[in-house]
């Protein structure tokens, strides 16, 4: 099963988007969904994680209160409503699962990658 990250575009400073994170198969054959972003020259971070399970989430302390991440089990898709968005969002953004417990919001422990969707916010 492998995900497929889309939605990504360009879009100005203080700009919404939502990319979408679609699964072949099943989301429900995971425990975790993640979204992963790396910019350019950086180590790529985990941005928003959410358990497929309880719905329980975990946010990086950068986007906070902007971005909210949300699942469509009937969809197998996992959202990332991004808002009041900042050049230093720009990013290459990924979907990863894990089926690893206790769940935590780091790329090591995640697998099934993707294709990335670019994002680009200009300023």
């Known amino acids: 099963v492998q995900l497929q990250a889309s939605g990504g575009g360009l879009v100005q400073a203080g700009g919404s988007l939502t990319p979408s994170c679609t699964a072949s198969?099943?989301?429900?054959?995971?425990?975790?969904v993640g979204w992963f972003r790396q910019a350019p020259g950086k180590e790529r971070e985990g941005v928003s994680c959410i358990s497929i399970t309880h719905g329980s989430t975990y946010y990086t302390d950068s986007v906070k209160g902007r971005f909210t991440i949300s699942r469509d089990n009937a969809k197998n898709t996992v959202y990332l409503q991004m808002n009041s968005l900042k050049p230093e969002d720009t990013a290459v953004y990924y979907c990863a699962a894990s089926n690893n417990r206790p769940y935590h919001c780091v790329d090591y422990e995640h697998s099934n990658w993707g294709p990335g969707t670019l994002v680009t916010v200009s300023s």
């Open positions: 198969g099943s989301i429900l054959d995971y425990y975790g």
